[in-house]
C-alpha cells in the first residue's frame, strides 16, 4: 500500500490549496479515504473523510464550508480542495485509508498559511 500526498505550500490567508492524494496497492473504490492534519505541538485530527463510491463526507467542525473532499476511483486519487486558509490551518496534511484492521499513512505534505 502507497499513499503519496502533493499539492502543498505557501499561501497567503484567505487564499487556496488543493491537495491530492495518489494511492496504490489496493482497490481503491472499496475503502473511504481520509485527510488528517497536525499542526506542531498539537494531536493530529481528521479533516475530512469520503465513502468508498463518494457518496457520503464527513468534515471536522472547524474545516466545514471551506474544505472539500473528493475522489476520482478511476485515477485512485483523492482531492482535499480548501477554501479561506488561514493562520490555522498551518500543519502537516496526511491521507489515510484502514484496510481492515491496518492503517495506512502517506509522508505528509506541508501546509503553510501565511503572510
Known amino acids: 500500500v502507497q499513499l503519496v500526498e502533493s499539492g502543498g505550500g505557501l499561501v497567503q490567508p484567505g487564499g487556496s490549496l488543493r491537495l491530492s492524494c495518489a494511492a496504490s496497492g489496493f482497490t481503491f473504490s472499496n475503502y473511504d479515504m481520509s485527510w488528517y492534519r497536525q499542526a506542531p505541538g498539537k494531536e493530529r485530527e481528521m479533516v475530512a473523510r469520503i465513502s468508498g463510491v463518494g457518496g457520503s463526507t464527513n468534515y471536522g467542525d472547524s474545516m466545514k464550508g471551506r474544505f472539500t473532499i473528493s475522489r476520482d476511483n478511476a485515477k485512485n486519487t483523492v482531492y482535499l480542495q480548501m477554501n479561506g486558509l488561514q493562520p490555522e490551518d498551518t500543519a502537516v496534511y496526511y491521507c489515510?485509508?484502514?484496510?481492515?484492521?491496518?492503517?495506512?499513512w502517506g509522508q505528509g505534505t506541508q501546509v503553510t498559511v501565511s503572510s
Open positions: 489515510h485509508v484502514l484496510l481492515r484492521i491496518l492503517t495506512y
